[in-house]
């Protein structure tokens, strides 16, 4: 907690670091209340940064300072100044040894950043700013060091790991003994990382492409030990993948993963020592959903693609975030697009952008994905950074190619190892290694707002030309009132009006990328025998909005013959949009509701479809949630929303419910899981057409979903069934699913939160009071940020009906939660208000409601430097 108004830090105040540390030697004396570090730093004045010795500054919060001595002589308290958040030191020499000893409490650190204990494991997170909490420190993270760490702990932790390579271990009179670990690469200290406990392991091996043996480890408690198989195998997957796709091999002997119960986020990509939230790593089938094999797949992949993306290379500073992020994302993302289907991926990751990110981009914490300042770096591991940075990485890949691509990263990777680098570094390479000029495509990086683009088009039948006509525009952001043109790269196709693709030139080329870099541009396509539709944006080449207007029919021809799969599925969404726009429009004038008949006559045509990929067919026959449509709104008029979402969904199962129940009835077979890709395509096709089944509430869908309730072998299915009877039918039925699951359950911590996830999220069960007595659970705990996000996080941001009650009380209880929960865990707090931050879009009632709310958490008190950024600036947005 902070005395004063956090300050704001900006990027044009960047300055070189006055001293480098060349080594850093620490020793932990671990104890749950008192423990002890011990450092010794080699630190000389950095020569880049200037003449004479400047005073040293360390960073430190909530440390208790021992000593401090310089050359083994112990410095006296008036030969140093110690405040709130470090030390200066008056400095004499250019090159000296710092020794520091202090104290820290991991036991009552609830924040989860630095070192803590979770379940009686000694666990640490530093990035962005936390191993200042763990000891004085120049915690930046262009000051990169050699680390060696000695960890002392009594013998009942028989597990103590750090970063690097174990290079000794002993025994310490009075049943305590240490273990020793030096890491041979430069870091900075935001990838430290120790861990202490009774602890279990499996262990693996993997051989370079040089044919070098790296030992491979994933500790977990000793109850979780049988559910580390898939994240042995995806790790595996994605060393080979980053050989071959990006030419990386891994540099260290030994790669440990650690699965840690209290975590703030996912996963963190420490050097040689992953630390996951647990949920983030553990899965059998079943306990895991195919959702969780597919998201520990990935986040596996992107912490260890860190180690070069983030880690050899790592950021100059945090503004440069998205560097690391924004490019690793988009490694990931290709991860996961090779080893499960490339189409369903792309249509799960834009989807999330366009409903979060767009979001994010169009409030009040809207920011470039290279921000300008901030007063809480923590505040800025936001979807702009990382999703919004993962397309800006893929615009770049889409310009220059595969081919291309390769080559920059191969230069960048090359030109800076072992370096701390900016956004500008990883664009210049780009540049160079193909010669090309991506001086306004730089933009990206600093001009915030999803960009419009406003498409017409013309026919001219005698001179067979076809005329595509582009605006685009970009809204004003905080701070950012005009915006210059972005360069955006638009791949398009023209299709005839049977369906196949017209080649766009003489060479026969039947897929084309636009460069699209002024305000207003026309591109002109010659030898076009008949009037085209255009399938614009295909795989969603930007992240933008297109606005172009489309006849229902030609949505529905580009749903069923679009060769892109992703705008087939977009093309299906549209009419779903317009659809459901007509409805709450229809709502909002007391008009009767009805539903287009060419949008039930499409989704059928859907089911129908079996050559389709499955998992295609289930993502095209979702509409859009509740949340995506309250993104596309003017005005946010949530009772609208709801209802026609409802009556959409409603009259769609009513129609299909043959064809659903073919699907079903299809697919419904016994086979044995497997986390493959085709399996899920299956199970996910099955579970939707199953939850459609369900809407209706008849006694013969309720009686699948018990069936299926009652038999499944696997998470998957079983969670399925669980949803369908929470969410639809009577009570009794729902409780007693609620009832036995929890009693096969309970000792399962992944399976616990899904259990509540499941009922906060529920519309017809999730109300409330019943989240009011979630809370009351005694699997409920306000210092467990899994806890926390399976319930009120899930109440807020996925249960639309009844966080958006009429009479605001969803609004009120999520102000009072987050009040308490920033005494606790400012991140987590500062992340949960999002929904209430978003008021000026909503209609004049809940308006006024929502902003109340806001303004209670600001007025409850002394707000941390976290929750303060996001309220103060959400207020202002007035
Ligand atoms: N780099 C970490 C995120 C750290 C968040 C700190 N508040 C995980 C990741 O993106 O890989
Ligand atoms: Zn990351």
């Given at each position: 907690m902070r005395d004063a108004q956090p300050r704001t830090v900006y990027l044009k105040d960047y300055r070189k670091p006055d001293y480098l540390v060349d080594s850093t030697r620490l020793r932990f004396e671990l104890e749950p209340n008192s423990t002890v570090v011990t450092s010794s730093l080699e630190i000389r004045r950095n020569?880049?940064?200037?003449?004479g010795l400047p005073p040293l500054r360390l960073d430190g919060v909530n440390l208790e300072l021992v000593s401090v001595g310089i050359d083994g002589v112990a410095l006296g308290v008036d030969e140093y100044t110690c405040h709130d958040e470090g030390l200066i030191i008056p400095v004499h020499r250019g090159a000296f040894t710092l020794e520091i000893c202090n104290r820290i409490d991991p036991e009552g650190?609830?924040?989860?950043?630095?070192l803590y204990l979770s379940n009686g494991m000694y666990c640490t997170q530093?990035?962005?700013?936390?191993?200042r909490k763990i000891t004085y420190y120049p915690?930046?993270?262009?000051?990169m060091s050699k680390f060696t760490t000695t960890i002392v702990a009594?013998?009942?932790?028989?597990v103590l790991l750090s970063n690097g390579n174990e290079i000794a271990r002993g025994e310490i009179e009075g049943d305590r003994h240490f273990v020793t670990w030096e890491d041979p690469f430069a870091k900075p200290a935001y990838l430290f990382a120790l861990v202490a406990g009774r602890l279990e392991k499996v262990e693996d091996q993997f051989t370079t492409m040089s044919g070098r043996k790296v030992t491979l480890q994933i500790f977990t408690e000793p109850k979780n030990i049988g559910k580390c198989e898939h994240a042995m195998h995806s790790l595996k997957a994605a060393m080979r993948w980053d050989e071959e796709v990006y030419g990386r091999e891994y540099d260290l002997d030994i790669f440990m993963i650690v699965a840690v119960?209290?975590?703030?986020?996912?996963a963190m990509e420490n050097k040689g020592l992953n630390i996951f939230n647990s949920a983030c790593v553990l899965a059998s089938p079943e306990t895991a959903t195919d959702a969780a094999f597919q998201r520990i797949e990935s986040i596996v992949a992107h912490e260890y693609f860190h180690?070069?993306?983030?880690?050899?290379v790592t950021c100059r500073?945090?503004?440069?975030l998205s560097l690391k992020e924004g490019f690793t994302v988009f490694r990931d993302a290709e991860f996961s697009a090779d080893m499960n289907s490339r189409a369903v991926k792309r249509i799960e990751d834009v989807s999330m952008l366009r409903t979060t990110q767009f979001a994010e981009d169009a409030g009040p914490m809207s920011h470039p994905?290279?921000?300008?300042?901030?007063?809480?770096?923590?505040?800025?591991?936001t979807l702009t950074v990382y999703e919004k940075g993962a397309e800006v990485v893929r615009m770049i890949h889409t310009l220059l190619g595969e081919e291309g691509f390769r080559r920059g990263s191969d230069l960048y990777f090359e030109r800076h190892d072992g370096c701390a680098v900016t956004c500008e570094d990883f664009v210049a390479a780009m540049e160079d290694a193909n010669g090309v000029d991506l001086k306004q495509f730089r933009r990206w990086y600093s001009q915030a707002g999803t960009p419009l683009l406003e498409i017409s088009d013309d026919y001219d039948s005698a001179g067979e030309r076809y005329t595509l006509s582009v605006r685009q525009s970009c809204p004003a952001t905080p701070g950012q009132p005009e915006k210059k043109p972005f360069h955006i790269p638009l791949k398009l196709g023209l299709l005839a009006g049977d369906g196949s693709e017209l080649a766009l030139d003489t060479d026969g080329t039947r897929e084309t990328v636009l460069e699209i870099t002024e305000a207003e541009q026309a591109f002109v396509f010659e030898g076009i025998p008949e009037r085209p539709l255009p399938s614009l944006l295909?795989?969603?080449?930007?992240p933008v909005r297109v606005r172009y207007d489309y006849t229902p029919a030609q949505l529905r021809l580009l749903m069923r013959a679009d060769s892109d799969a992703f705008n087939r599925w977009d093309a299906g969404q549209r009419l779903a949009f317009r659809a459901l726009a007509q409805l709450q429009q229809d709502f909002r004038a007391g008009v009767e509701l009805q539903l287009q008949p060419e949008l039930m006559e499409a989704y059928r045509s859907i089911l129908q479809?079996?050559?389709?990929d499955p998992a295609l067919v289930a993502e095209m026959l979702t509409l859009p949630s509740a949340q995506t449509l309250a993104e596309e709104?003017?005005?946010?008029d949530a009772e609208a929303i709801i209802a026609a979402r409802n009556f959409a969904e409603q009259n769609l199962a009513e129609a299909l419910f043959e064809d659903l129940l073919e699907t079903f009835r299809r697919l419904d077979h016994d086979k044995p899981?497997?986390?493959?890709a085709d399996d899920i395509a299956e199970r996910r096709l099955k579970n939707t057409a199953l939850a459609y089944l369900c809407v209706t509430e008849k006694e013969e869908a309720l009686q699948l979903a018990d069936t299926q309730f009652a038999s499944a072998t696997n998470m998957t299915d079983s969670a399925a069934a669980l949803a369908a009877l929470v969410n639809r039918g009577d009570d009794q039925r729902a409780q007693a699913a609620l009832q036995s699951f929890y009693e096969r359950w309970k000792e399962d911590d992944q399976v616990v939160e899904l259990w509540l996830a499941v009922q906060s999220s529920?519309?017809?069960?999730?109300?409330l009071e019943a989240v009011r007595a979630l809370m009351a659970?005694?699997?409920?705990?306000?210092?467990?940020p899994n806890r926390v996000r399976s319930v009120i996080g899930a109440f807020s941001n996925r249960n639309f009906l009844q966080f958006h009650q009429p009479d605001g009380s969803g609004f009120r209880f999520l102000a009072e939660q987050v009040i308490a929960l920033d005494k606790l865990n400012p991140q987590i707090a500062a992340r949960l208000v999002?929904?209430?931050?978003?008021?000026?879009?909503?209609c004049q009632g809940q308006q006024e409601m929502m902003h109340a709310a806001l303004q209670s958490v600001m007025d409850s008190g002394q707000l941390s430097a976290d929750l303060y950024e996001v309220v103060s600036k959400s207020l202002k947005a007035d």
């Amino acid at each position: 907690m902070r005395d004063a108004q956090p300050r704001t830090v900006y990027l044009k105040d960047y300055r070189k670091p006055d001293y480098l540390v060349d080594s850093t030697r620490l020793r932990f004396e671990l104890e749950p209340n008192s423990t002890v570090v011990t450092s010794s730093l080699e630190i000389r004045r950095n020569p880049a940064a200037g003449e004479g010795l400047p005073p040293l500054r360390l960073d430190g919060v909530n440390l208790e300072l021992v000593s401090v001595g310089i050359d083994g002589v112990a410095l006296g308290v008036d030969e140093y100044t110690c405040h709130d958040e470090g030390l200066i030191i008056p400095v004499h020499r250019g090159a000296f040894t710092l020794e520091i000893c202090n104290r820290i409490d991991p036991e009552g650190n609830t924040s989860l950043e630095g070192l803590y204990l979770s379940n009686g494991m000694y666990c640490t997170q530093c990035e962005a700013e936390g191993f200042r909490k763990i000891t004085y420190y120049p915690d930046r993270p262009d000051v990169m060091s050699k680390f060696t760490t000695t960890i002392v702990a009594p013998r009942d932790y028989p597990v103590l790991l750090s970063n690097g390579n174990e290079i000794a271990r002993g025994e310490i009179e009075g049943d305590r003994h240490f273990v020793t670990w030096e890491d041979p690469f430069a870091k900075p200290a935001y990838l430290f990382a120790l861990v202490a406990g009774r602890l279990e392991k499996v262990e693996d091996q993997f051989t370079t492409m040089s044919g070098r043996k790296v030992t491979l480890q994933i500790f977990t408690e000793p109850k979780n030990i049988g559910k580390c198989e898939h994240a042995m195998h995806s790790l595996k997957a994605a060393m080979r993948w980053d050989e071959e796709v990006y030419g990386r091999e891994y540099d260290l002997d030994i790669f440990m993963i650690v699965a840690v119960d209290h975590f703030n986020m996912g996963a963190m990509e420490n050097k040689g020592l992953n630390i996951f939230n647990s949920a983030c790593v553990l899965a059998s089938p079943e306990t895991a959903t195919d959702a969780a094999f597919q998201r520990i797949e990935s986040i596996v992949a992107h912490e260890y693609f860190h180690n070069w993306s983030g880690n050899r290379v790592t950021c100059r500073d945090w503004f440069q975030l998205s560097l690391k992020e924004g490019f690793t994302v988009f490694r990931d993302a290709e991860f996961s697009a090779d080893m499960n289907s490339r189409a369903v991926k792309r249509i799960e990751d834009v989807s999330m952008l366009r409903t979060t990110q767009f979001a994010e981009d169009a409030g009040p914490m809207s920011h470039p994905v290279r921000p300008d300042s901030y007063m809480e770096i923590s505040n800025f591991y936001t979807l702009t950074v990382y999703e919004k940075g993962a397309e800006v990485v893929r615009m770049i890949h889409t310009l220059l190619g595969e081919e291309g691509f390769r080559r920059g990263s191969d230069l960048y990777f090359e030109r800076h190892d072992g370096c701390a680098v900016t956004c500008e570094d990883f664009v210049a390479a780009m540049e160079d290694a193909n010669g090309v000029d991506l001086k306004q495509f730089r933009r990206w990086y600093s001009q915030a707002g999803t960009p419009l683009l406003e498409i017409s088009d013309d026919y001219d039948s005698a001179g067979e030309r076809y005329t595509l006509s582009v605006r685009q525009s970009c809204p004003a952001t905080p701070g950012q009132p005009e915006k210059k043109p972005f360069h955006i790269p638009l791949k398009l196709g023209l299709l005839a009006g049977d369906g196949s693709e017209l080649a766009l030139d003489t060479d026969g080329t039947r897929e084309t990328v636009l460069e699209i870099t002024e305000a207003e541009q026309a591109f002109v396509f010659e030898g076009i025998p008949e009037r085209p539709l255009p399938s614009l944006l295909r795989g969603f080449s930007a992240p933008v909005r297109v606005r172009y207007d489309y006849t229902p029919a030609q949505l529905r021809l580009l749903m069923r013959a679009d060769s892109d799969a992703f705008n087939r599925w977009d093309a299906g969404q549209r009419l779903a949009f317009r659809a459901l726009a007509q409805l709450q429009q229809d709502f909002r004038a007391g008009v009767e509701l009805q539903l287009q008949p060419e949008l039930m006559e499409a989704y059928r045509s859907i089911l129908q479809q079996e050559d389709l990929d499955p998992a295609l067919v289930a993502e095209m026959l979702t509409l859009p949630s509740a949340q995506t449509l309250a993104e596309e709104a003017e005005v946010i008029d949530a009772e609208a929303i709801i209802a026609a979402r409802n009556f959409a969904e409603q009259n769609l199962a009513e129609a299909l419910f043959e064809d659903l129940l073919e699907t079903f009835r299809r697919l419904d077979h016994d086979k044995p899981y497997r986390p493959l890709a085709d399996d899920i395509a299956e199970r996910r096709l099955k579970n939707t057409a199953l939850a459609y089944l369900c809407v209706t509430e008849k006694e013969e869908a309720l009686q699948l979903a018990d069936t299926q309730f009652a038999s499944a072998t696997n998470m998957t299915d079983s969670a399925a069934a669980l949803a369908a009877l929470v969410n639809r039918g009577d009570d009794q039925r729902a409780q007693a699913a609620l009832q036995s699951f929890y009693e096969r359950w309970k000792e399962d911590d992944q399976v616990v939160e899904l259990w509540l996830a499941v009922q906060s999220s529920s519309p017809k069960r999730g109300s409330l009071e019943a989240v009011r007595a979630l809370m009351a659970h005694p699997a409920f705990e306000l210092t467990n940020p899994n806890r926390v996000r399976s319930v009120i996080g899930a109440f807020s941001n996925r249960n639309f009906l009844q966080f958006h009650q009429p009479d605001g009380s969803g609004f009120r209880f999520l102000a009072e939660q987050v009040i308490a929960l920033d005494k606790l865990n400012p991140q987590i707090a500062a992340r949960l208000v999002t929904p209430i931050t978003r008021w000026k879009k909503y209609c004049q009632g809940q308006q006024e409601m929502m902003h109340a709310a806001l303004q209670s958490v600001m007025d409850s008190g002394q707000l941390s430097a976290d929750l303060y950024e996001v309220v103060s600036k959400s207020l202002k947005a007035d």
